[in-house]
């Protein structure tokens, strides 16, 4: 181990010299959390949530160290379907009115190798906490070249249970196991 951690460790001085344990502010034009269900077996339904925010702290350096914290608003949820995406609002399935809030706050992380990482938090959706474990890939570090500062992305996937989080209509049609996706690009704040 390391031997691992003293290559994120090479990686990191080569991409981000002193970063440090860093904050880092989402861009909300190029963040996503999206996901995807089997609807009958025949094709998978996307869906995207348009309200994200959000804090990341780490630095490639000591990646052990990062914290992430995510904050969805569940009513903008968006399946470019206006009917579903109204029931998808109610009761039986996110519950917005009572549950306006899709958090997940990370307990650790760990790293694969110098790109690829397993995150690991709680996820609360419909007040139900679970731990999830994502898996996330660094998919690039540059300097913005609008902004002049550091900016990183990452895309994080996991697979959920609905029926974990009382979502349990409609199984016999839609599949219990969901897709997620988060797509994070952020900038070093000043």
Known sequence: ???LSALVALAAS????AVGQAAWEFDP????????VGHLGLTRTPGIFR?????????????????VSITIDSDSIDT?????DADLRKEDWFD???????TFVSRSV???????????GDLTLRGVTRP????????NVITNPFLKVPAVGFVATASVKRTDYGMAKFLQVIDDEVLLKIQLEMNNKP
């Open 51 to 67: 309200k994200v925010q959000g804090e990341v702290k780490f630095d490639l350096a000591t990646i052990e160290a990062s914290k």
């Open 1 to 3: 181990m390391k031997s």
């Open 110 to 120: 760990k790293a694969l190798d110098a790109k690829n990482f397993i995150v690991t």
């Open 80 to 84: 470019a379907q206006s009917l579903r």
């Open 14 to 17: 080569a991409l981000l010299p």
């Open 29 to 36: 034009s190029h963040t996503h959390v999206s996901f995807e």
């Open 96 to 102: 917005a009115g009572r549950n306006p809030k899709i």
């Open 132 to 139: 999830v474990d994502f898996k996330a890939t660094l998919t």
